[in-house]
């Protein structure tokens, strides 16, 4: 069954090409937005907490301050609305799941830029 899954998401679910990002990395995050009839276009940017799930289920959260709140937002790898991602920075951190960078604030919510 789960072999059937797969085969029906490769074929059908259309492939977007999306630039590698990872945890730590600062990416923007292009989107479309409907409002009636109209359609616009938004971006968000901020850090990436998290990738998880694969295939045509996988999404990732992203986290950025909004004055002094944080907002965090979870997308699809494949939302249609998607228009683009573009990285903007490369972090270097040691884990996949960067939970922790909820709770840091100031000078220590500052995340190293990876040397390619």
Same mark, same amino acid.
Do not use: W
């Given at each position: 069954m789960e072999s059937l899954v797969k085969f029906v998401q490769d074929e059908f679910v259309t492939k977007k090409d999306l630039p590698e990002f990872g945890a730590g990395d600062t990416i923007t995050v292009y989107y479309e937005i409907r409002e009636g009839e109209k359609v616009r276009t938004q971006f968000f940017r901020g850090v990436v907490i998290q990738r998880r799930g694969s295939g045509a289920s996988e999404t990732f959260t992203i986290r950025k301050m909004s004055g002094t709140i944080g907002v965090e937002r979870i997308f699809p790898i494949n939302l249609p609305a998607l228009q683009k991602i573009e990285v903007n920075k $490369?972090?270097?951190? $040691? $884990?996949a799941r960067i939970y922790y960078f909820r709770g840091l604030t100031g000078k220590k919510a500052r995340i190293k830029e990876r040397r390619h």
């Amino acid at each position: 069954m789960e072999s059937l899954v797969k085969f029906v998401q490769d074929e059908f679910v259309t492939k977007k090409d999306l630039p590698e990002f990872g945890a730590g990395d600062t990416i923007t995050v292009y989107y479309e937005i409907r409002e009636g009839e109209k359609v616009r276009t938004q971006f968000f940017r901020g850090v990436v907490i998290q990738r998880r799930g694969s295939g045509a289920s996988e999404t990732f959260t992203i986290r950025k301050m909004s004055g002094t709140i944080g907002v965090e937002r979870i997308f699809p790898i494949n939302l249609p609305a998607l228009q683009k991602i573009e990285v903007n920075k $490369r972090g270097k951190v $040691r $884990r996949a799941r960067i939970y922790y960078f909820r709770g840091l604030t100031g000078k220590k919510a500052r995340i190293k830029e990876r040397r390619h």
